[in-house]
């Protein structure tokens, strides 16, 4: 069955900190997608990213970094010298099986709290 | 453009009563994709229509909750009799047909917040 772990409840850093937040997938198939979303306080989802599984280069953009590692099955994502404006609930997710890669498999979301 | 647009932001039902939730895709986008967010957790699948179809309902609870796509107009979520069970957050997403779709993260709405006293 496929599913997605975001083992880290909720992590605390102090701004300025870097700070990872871990997420592991368990899928059979061999092509798919992974992505992350913002979960502001105000409600809304924000598309940060989508991952192809043929693509494992690492992405960096700005202050967020993410790490795509097929052999532990882990897409991990990075921010660097966080900043208050960073607190959210990130969601990781996976694309289902077959041909709708629209229809996600999200994890249970990391809280994370940027202290000034 | 406009992102995908959700309305009522915030709903308020007593139990019992009927909630209907509406989605209007982003323009061109003919695919659209209901999730559901119960408090504190992450999003779950509820249903992916197309103009006038449903295409996979596998997510939909199998009483008092339906879901369509008119031809003109905007999705609707509809629920019957809602129970204390059903406040959540609801969001609908959507992408756009065919080979587009592979090109094209997944864009949500800002969601309806649906409380049932």
Known sequence: AQKVTQAQTEISVVEKEDVTLDCVYETRDTTYYLFWYKQPPSGELVFLIRRNSFDEQNEISGRYSWNF??????????????????SAVYFCALSDSGYNTDKLIFGTGTRLQVFP | NAGVMQNPRH???RRGQEARLRCSPMKGHSHVYWYRQLPEEGLKFMVYLQKENIIDESGMPKERFSAEFPKEGPSILRIQQVVRGDSAAYF?????????????????????????T
Request: aromatic share 8%.
């Open chain 2, 92 to 116: 609908c997403a959507s992408s756009p047909p065919g080979l587009d779709n592979y090109n094209s993260p997944l864009h949500f709405g800002n969601g309806t917040r649906l409380t049932v």
């Open chain 1, 69 to 86: 590692q097929k052999s532990t099955s882990s897409f991990n994502f990075t921010i660097t010298a966080s900043q208050v404006v960073d």
């Open chain 2, 11 to 13: 709903l308020v039902r």
